[in-house]
């Protein structure tokens, strides 16, 4: 891997937001999003997926057998610190088109690994750019990581994104393109949860709103949902305690921030599990293109 730029950032995963932290000295910032999605794994492990999108605009541009070329390497990294345990995985892009692309079209991918429960854990990404050694970006901050074991009602996170049946992150039958919370456009998108621990044949309503964090009603109790969807549901007969929702936000949202929450009941038993997440509509119209990331070394432990 190329020696990381660098400066390093702390930054809160969905908050769209960081604080400037130097981590040495920088051959050249690579600025880029990110952000962090938990779901139930295997064997009481718990899936952890980076997202991550950087504007072509900052990528080395290359030319090569009539088409332009974008190339950059991504790096997730999870620290256990109680467990001196390191899980990390490197993977590299590209992307290879007929024409030079628009300064502000996104480029973005994710990285999937499976992770130990820990209230201990530290998550590091990096970015840098295949075509300039040297030039890259690290955000880092604590990530304790959930655990979904047990019997109650409880949801997974929020995961945003686009449909995108051809190359997108797969989870059980959804296909979403993902995308970091903060680099939304002003067009419709998609959520994908999982609701976990509804007992077999229970009915369950689930409620999608959105309310602005921008303006003077932002500051009051009695916000007014930009966007208010109610949904109906059973459990399946033969629910194994995990269903997974993809929905449709049809609404384009004006420019600004926003949080997501969606909350499930149990028409039943009258539990409530509710999951929000804050996100950023930037507004740009200059396109994204998902790429799958070819793993340089996936999922390799190291020594802390």
Known sequence: MAAVALTATASVPGQGDSR???????????PFSY???????????????????VPVRELQRESEDGEV??????SFVLTDTA???VLRSDDSVYVGTPRALDGDHLLHTWIEVDAAPSADTQQRVIMTDAGRPGVG?????PFPIPNYSGDALMLSDLALGFPDETHGWRRGEASLALLPSSQFPESAFDVYYEIYNLPPSHDYTTEISIQSLDGPEAETSERTPAVRTLFSGRAGAETLGTIGELRRVESALPRG?????????????NEVASRARRFQV???????????????????????
């Open 20 to 30: 400037a932290a130097p981590f040495g000295a920088a051959l050249g910032p690579l």
């Open 35 to 53: 952000d962090l999605y938990t779901f139930r794994g295997e064997n009481g492990a718990t899936v952890v997926v980076a997202s991550f999108a």
């Open 69 to 74: 070329r974008y190339r950059f390497d991504v």
């Open 83 to 85: 467990r001196q345990s």
């Open 137 to 141: 970006q690290m955000y880092q901050s």
């Open 257 to 269: 921030a926003y949080e997501l929450t969606v909350t499930v009941r149990d028409e039943q038993s």
């Open 282 to 304: 930037q507004g740009w119209r200059a396109g994204t293109t998902l790429v799958p990331a070819l793993p340089r070394r996936r999922d390799a432990p190291t020594a802390p």
